[in-house]
């Protein structure tokens, strides 16, 4: 299986790029986890948020697996435990099914988009930087991966 996370935004810090591919090699080759950037919308365009989202919004669906399990990363997404993440990728890994995680820009995902989405899930109530999301999605995914596995990274 892989898992893939498509984020708006390119051109992050080192140290986001560093840590994405710690933990993206750490990933075992039957469930890797693959990172697919979209170009943000320019905020300087004069577009509204809605129309900014809408334009992102197509540049994820082209860049989308059609056969992929489509989850979006929102603030009034489903609450998950580290346990319930395990879970789901066990689902998901029984069924050979390759997940695809959205991550939206600076004004969050098309509405649109959302409701096509198998499921919304949030990552904390916490407001996170934007690059960070990214990081902490590889690192819960890795950590998921390590309870279905009884890998000594997670002590529960």
Known sequence: ????????????????????????????ADCTIELREIKPEPRTSGKTPSQMMEAESR???A??????????????????????LSRQLEGWRGNSQDVT???GGPDGLDADLKKRCA???RLSSLTLPHPMVRI?????????????????????
């Not at 299986?1 to 075992?28: E, S």
């Not at 989308?64 to 580290?82: K, N, P, Q, Y």
């Open 101 to 103: 995680f959205l991550i």
């Open 136 to 156: 902490v999605l590889a690192e819960q995914l890795y950590r998921a991966w390590a309870i279905l596995t009884n890998h000594p990274y997670h002590r529960a």
């Open 63 to 84: 860049a989308l697996a059609a056969d992929s399990l489509v989850i979006a990363l929102d603030e009034h997404g489903r609450d998950l435990t580290t346990m319930d």
């Open 1 to 28: 299986m892989k898992l893939i996370v498509i984020a708006v935004g390119n051109r992050m810090p080192d140290w986001v790029t560093t840590a994405w591919k710690d933990y993206a090699k750490r990933m075992p």
């Open 119 to 121: 499921s919304l899930i």
């Open 59 to 61: 540049r994820i669906q």
